[in-house]
């Protein structure tokens, strides 16, 4: 069906742009351009329209439980049809054995030697997206895709308005599961859409009466009705076949003689197939079969959790390992594209990572990508229009402490170390870190190699064979790891104070860096705030070019009207537009600033003030979040050394307190440590305080532990208008770094 589209409109609706009545700077020159810009139609349908994108990705579906991977137990028609239709991939890999950092890498298109979460958040690894992490969404949405992830997100916190939000990333609908654990349950009581959640008061109380995964499936069919005649993004992230096993309707397997918990399993997965093959159904009745790609794929390998046994279903196929293991069976993964005229038909054994669906994506979609990405785009592979670029190698890196019995005795029982593998044509090596320590001496690791063409169920370690070929490897794995890996920026980024007082005026900067590998011609940045706010440019805010990696760079003198309301968040957007070679493109950046609470007009305890701002903070400074949900005015007692001091203030580095103080008070004194009750869980917290007045440091402690007790703070604060307390790891251990402020008090002249 050939239906009518606008490449790229120019509205803030179509980007899904924070709603707020603005004050518009100037530099309008390349945002008038991107808003003429559309693809000129033919008889047949715009000429050069991008694809619609359909990204299903399952959650633990093994290698061999789809039929068309050699699955003969459990049913999956419609995907094996795909299969037949579709081009099937026999080496497709998942980044990582567990699911946070194999979607981190999914969407960021970095391997785990590189992405920002690397191991799952119950192992103490990173849980959350940064706003140097820049998705598929990000980079479609810039060139006026509609997007939405309806499913498990899986990165926390569990909030609106943060850097790992999907809606900071890219997705203008999201309706499903933020937090990984969260998405364990299928009988939610809740589920997010947007920036609230959404009670499923049929399931309150823990009633299992809403299958989460059919709200999903509605909601997944909503979107595509809505957007039919847009250019549009699914990222469809069912939570099914994951443990528990729970599905309402096992009948189809009921004269099985399996476990329960097996054959719910396998109706998981038949559930996951039908839902696939619903959303096809949705796709041809709209007409839009011949304008979409489709790509099914997984996270990672087959669970062994809640008495489901992968070995009945022979899940992993030929290979060797499950979930957990860096074996190929934890990290071969199905892989179908299906598309009819955009997708050829057949049969690829490139070794294709899933950090290649960014790139393959911005390149059907005509989008500009970062160059920093560790994949390759496979987009000439699907269109059969030439050789696509092959990986020199593929990197996995391991950091678990789940044990599972199947993937621990893959291991050798060595599933709770730290682990690596490469592949390298047909060459893999593993290898195992008896301490769990990255940077041990290479002598130390275990290492095993296997050459996957004679061998691909790794059963035979030939690495006394070919130790020059292991050598080769592990140094391919050295060189694939950074402990941190700085991004080049990309897109639109914005600064904004920590503050925004009534009547004072306040500086604004934004850049627009284009982190592509081509020029960009009639950049421009706009700023939008708040209706009565007064915008100011500062500094130009257009550029005729913008060379590959070059950055515009714009200020703005903001001021918030006198009357504007204390304690307020208030939302600011900067906006990046420039033509790229392929077409128009504009990147929104979103950004909070508040307006203080009132100054304290006498002598108060810190836990009796309303705060600015609260990162990790317990107590009082929690009453709307996990930790107790207690009002302002009622800290805790804090004990050191077995002396108990009131009116405390808790917190967990790192975190980072900031309050008003208006410039009225005068001292502010308190203890600082780590407290009684955290030394008595672990000897390991070691911390470091830091006091801020405004943008200057006033006071750093020694290394704060249980042993050294807490130090007295007293300082000098006149003039301060913002107090920020803050807590810093000081020994990269941060599991008992409770941290505690007691008697935290200011004086006022």
């Known amino acids: 069906m050939s239906s009518r589209r606008t490449f790229l409109a120019g509205s803030t609706a179509v980007l899904g742009l924070t709603a707020v009545t603005a004050t518009t700077a100037t530099a309008v020159g390349a945002a008038q351009a991107a808003d003429s810009a559309s693809v000129p139609e033919t008889a047949d349908g715009p000429a050069g329209r991008p694809p619609n994108f359909v990204v299903v990705l399952a959650d633990d579906l093994g290698y061999g439980e789809l039929g068309a991977y050699g699955q003969k137990l459990i049913t999956t028609p419609r995907l094996d049809r795909l299969a037949a239709e579709g081009l099937r991939f026999t080496d497709a890999y998942s980044t990582a054995a567990v699911c946070a950092p194999s979607r981190c890498s999914l969407l960021t298109g ?58 900071a990333r890219g997705f203008e609908e999201f309706y499903g599961y933020i937090d990984h654990s ?40 909503d979107f595509l009705d809505a957007h039919a005649d847009e250019p549009f993004l699914l990222l469809l992230t069912p939570n099914v076949p994951h443990a528990p096993s729970d599905v309402p309707d096992t009948s189809a397997y009921a004269d099985r003689s399996w476990t329960a918990a097996n054959k719910g399993h396998a109706a998981q997965v038949s559930y996951f197939d039908a839902l696939v093959g619903k959303v096809v159904d949705r796709l041809r009745a709209l007409g839009l079969e011949q304008d979409t790609v489709l790509l099914v794929t997984s996270d990672n390998g087959p669970h062994e959790e809640g008495g489901v046994n992968p070995d009945l279903f022979d899940a992993n196929g030929p290979l060797r390992g499950y979930k957990r293991n860096l074996y190929e069976g934890g990290v071969r993964v199905p892989l179908i594209a299906w598309g009819p005229g955009r997708v050829r ?11 290649d669906v960014l790139p393959t994506l911005a390149e059907l979609g005509g989008a500009p990508a970062p160059t920093d990405v ?64 990255h940077n ?9 190699l296997y050459d996957l063409a004679t061998d691909p169920g790794e059963s035979r370690n030939v690495i006394d064979r070919y130790p020059a070929r292991a050598t080769e490897l592990v140094a391919l794995m050295r060189s694939s790891w950074k402990d941190t890996y700085p991004r080049s920026p990309f897109g639109t980024r914005l600064s904004l104070p920590g503050l925004a007082v009534p009547g004072q005026a306040f500086t604004v900067t ?72 392929a077409g128009p493109v504009r990147y929104p950046a979103t950004g909070t600033v508040p307006t203080p609470p009132p100054a304290p007009t006498r002598d108060s305890y810190l836990s009796d003030l309303a705060w600015i701002s609260a990162a990790n903070g317990w107590g009082p400074v929690e009453r709307d979040a996990s930790n107790g949900k207690n009002a302002a005015g009622d800290g805790p007692p804090i004990s050191f050394g077995g002396t108990t001091y ?37 000897t390991l917290g070691a911390t470091r305080a830091k006091v801020y007045g405004d943008d200057r440091l006033l006071l750093t402690t020694p290394t704060l532990t249980a042993a050294t007790g807490p130090v007295q703070v007293d300082l000098d604060v006149r003039g ?24 935290a008090r200011v004086t006022v002249a």
Not at 345 to 355: H, N
């Open 110 to 167: 970095l391997h785990t030697g590189h992405s920002t979460v690397r191991a799952n958040p119950s192992s103490g690894g990173q849980g959350s997206l940064t706003a140097t992490d820049t998705t598929f969404a990000q980079v479609l949405r810039a060139r006026g895709y509609r997007t939405a992830v309806i499913g498990k997100w899986g990165f926390g916190p569990e909030a609106a308005g943060q850097d790992s939000h999907p809606a």
């Open 720 to 743: 301060v208008r913002v107090l920020r307390l803050v807590v810093e790891d000081a020994n990269n251990r941060t599991s008992f770094d409770h941290t505690s402020w007691a008697l």
């Open 440 to 448: 041990l001496p290479d002598a130390k690791w275990q290492v095993e």
């Open 182 to 221: 969260h998405a364990h349950q299928y009988y939610p009581e809740y589920l997010w859409h947007n920036d609230a959640k959404e009670p499923i008061p049929a399931n309150a109380g823990g009633v299992r009466a809403v299958y989460a995964p059919d709200l999903l499936e509605q909601r997944a069919l």
């Open 374 to 437: 560790d994949g390759l785009s496979a987009a000439p592979l699907l269109t059969g229009s030439a050789d696509p670029a092959r990986h020199g190698h593929l990197y996995w890196f391991r950091d678990e402490l789940g044990v599972t019995s199947r993937a621990d005795a893959q291991d050798a029982k060595r599933s709770t170390w730290l682990a690596e593998a490469v592949r390298r044509d047909d060459w893999k090596a593993v290898r195992f870190a008896p301490e769990r320590d």
């Open 345 to 355: 038909q057949g049969t690829s054994d490139r070794p294709t990572p899933l950090t």
């Open 510 to 581: 934004a850049t627009l860096d284009n982190g592509s590998a081509r020029p960009w011609t009639s950049a421009a940045l706009t700023l939008r705030a708040p209706e009565g706010w007064t915008v100011t440019p500062a500094s130009p805010a257009t550029a005729d070019q913008l060379a590959a990696g070059g950055r515009l760079t714009t200020s703005w003198q903001v001021t918030p009207p006198a009357g504007a309301a204390p304690a307020t968040t208030w939302a600011l957007t900067a906006e990046g537009a420039a033509l790229t070679p």
């Open 646 to 682: 009131a009116k405390g203030l808790g917190v967990h580095a790192p975190s980072d307190i900031a309050y008003h103080l208006g410039g009225g008070a005068v001292r502010f004194t308190s203890l600082v440590g780590i407290d009684d009750f955290s030394a008595r869980q672990s």
